[in-house]
């Protein structure tokens, strides 16, 4: 399984940008797909995860209201919007995959593990 990960780049406090993760898998569908996110000197941070069947998402709670996880299987694709932006949320964000569990085609199972991960695409917010 391949992740790339783009959409990342340089936005004002305040603005939006939105991330999207391609992965090379022949049933995108069976894939649980999580976002994290590493700033210079820290560790990396769960953002948010989505379900197999988009029916469930799960939000770091310091995101919830200004990060969105969308995904389209049709492109075997996951999307974050991430409106509002702060100079805080400065990192290398990151895509990641596994193979879903019967429970999790239709939950997000938190603090999972992660089998695949993406190379990273780089936001920087400007103050």
């Known amino acids: 399984v391949q992740l790339q990960a783009f959409g990342g780049g340089l936005v004002q406090t305040g603005g939006s940008l939105r991330l999207s993760c391609t992965a090379s898998v022949r049933t995108f569908s069976n894939y649980v797909m999580g976002w994290f996110r590493q700033a210079p000197g820290k560790e990396r941070e769960f953002v948010a995860a989505?379900?197999?069947?988009?029916?469930?998402?799960y939000y770091a709670d310091s995101l919830k209201g200004r990060f969105t996880i969308s995904r389209d299987d049709a492109k075997n694709t996951v999307y974050l919007q991430m409106d509002s932006l702060k100079p805080e949320d400065t990192a290398v964000y990151y895509c990641?995959?596994?193979?879903?569990?019967?429970?999790?085609?239709?939950?997000?199972?938190?603090?999972?593990?992660?089998?695949?991960w993406g190379q990273g695409t780089q936001v920087t917010v400007s103050s």
């Open positions: 989505i379900s197999g069947s988009a029916d469930s998402t």
């Open positions: 990641a995959a596994a193979p879903l569990s019967p429970i999790e085609q239709c939950t997000v199972v938190p603090d999972r593990p992660y089998d695949y």
